[in-house]
């Protein structure tokens, strides 16, 4: 089984432009050889940020009155790491997985009561070896003051008190996951605090191959015996099962490299032609808007409804158009004339 997998990190307010620019695809250069950056146009935001998380921390700030001291050596916000195993994304396909990092999104809103409006930025990498999700959020706590009012205030210490506030964590976001219907393990960190994205890569391979190892069966049973026609036998079964599967899995692999390329090709395809339409749709809304403006000024100007000038227009419109229709058809007719031309030349110098 895979392994669900959420870590948890702390960052002061002058780091958060440094994870901003690497969350959001920011820099020209990664020291991370994993990123494909002919991939990263597949990378999508369940919460999109588009500003610097500095200044999108201020205006949040600001917007909710947050309480709470701002020093420079306070930790002031977090952010959750959100993945699985290699094998589990392969398995559940591309639509199960956007289920996923929404399942997860939900699960980091309602958290210790955190709410989706701290949420700064939830962003999905899909061009690394192993799909994940950066969500950066500010950890609100709401308490009470001492006059005895309702606050929100940033708080890191408080927002993670506890001996066990990462193993709790990690039972809950397993719980969580379970109930939306995925099948996972819990994760088996080696202890429940912080860890860098380099570790946290070496520690969910490590937990792979354990439970590769513990749980792979033996393709043919051992063989104990003395009767060596009786152990030859029993090599050539084993060397005949290795080259059919062998085969096999050469056949599936080139079958499924070649229908990778073509899903890339095709998303690569469909994304670039969302975007085009994107900009296109864009356009067109201001060319209205300019129009529509254009209208309003000029019926101003010379006293006519905006129904009047419209109509003129229209009208202006429609004899351009079969003015060039005419000058179309002439222009057909005349290429048709030539053709005709140069065939009864043609027939005429062969007779």
Not at 110 to 126: C, D, P, Q, T, W
Not at 219 to 240: G, P
Not at 247 to 254: E, G, L, R, S, T
Not at 310 to 330: A, P, T
């Amino acid at each position: 089984m895979a392994f669900s997998i959420i870590r948890n990190s702390k960052y002061k307010l002058k780091e958060l432009n440094i994870i901003f620019r690497h969350n959001e695809r920011k820099n020209t250069n990664y020291s991370n050889n994993n990123i494909d950056k002919t991939k990263s146009i597949f990378n999508y935001s369940l919460k999109s940020c588009n500003m610097p998380y500095s200044k999108k921390f201020q205006e949040i700030k600001k917007m909710y009155n947050l309480k709470g001291q701002m020093k420079v050596t306070n930790n002031v916000v977090c952010e959750y790491l959100i993945t699985a195993s290699p094998e589990f994304f392969i398995e559940i396909g591309p639509e199960e997985t956007k289920r996923f990092f929404k399942c997860a999104y939900q699960f980091a809103s309602n958290y210790k009561n955190l709410g989706s409006e701290f949420i700064i930025s939830a962003r999905v990498h899909m061009d690394e070896s192993n799909p994940h999700m950066h969500l950066v959020y500010i950890p609100v706590v709401h308490t009470i003051d001492k006059n005895k009012n309702e606050i929100n205030k940033i708080s890191c210490s408080e927002f993670w008190k506890g001996k066990n506030s990462y193993a709790n964590l990690q039972d809950n976001y397993h719980k969580y996951l379970t109930k939306c219907g995925f099948n996972l393990e819990r994760s088996r960190n080696v202890e429940n605090t912080h860890l860098a994205i380099k570790d946290l890569k070496v520690i969910t391979n490590f937990e792979e191959q354990q439970f590769l190892n513990k749980s792979s069966p033996h393709v043919e049973e051992i063989i104990i015996s003395d009767d060596v026609t009786e152990i030859q036998e029993h090599y050539k079964k084993v060397i005949r099962k290795y080259n059919t599967l062998s085969q096999q899995y050469i056949k599936v692999k080139a079958i499924n490299e070649t229908n990778q390329k073509s899903l890339d090709d095709l998303n690569h395809k469909c994304s670039t032609l969302e975007h085009k339409c994107s900009k296109l749709e864009k356009t067109c809304k201001k060319l209205n808007n300019y129009i529509q403006k254009t209208f309003e000024t000029i019926s101003h100007l010379i006293g006519w409804s905006i129904k009047q000038l419209k109509q003129v227009v229209n009208e202006h419109i429609i004899e351009e158009r079969q003015q060039e229709l005419e000058e179309e058809l002439q222009e057909e007719l005349l290429q048709d004339n030539e053709t005709n031309l140069i065939d009864t030349k043609e027939r005429y110098f062969k007779n």
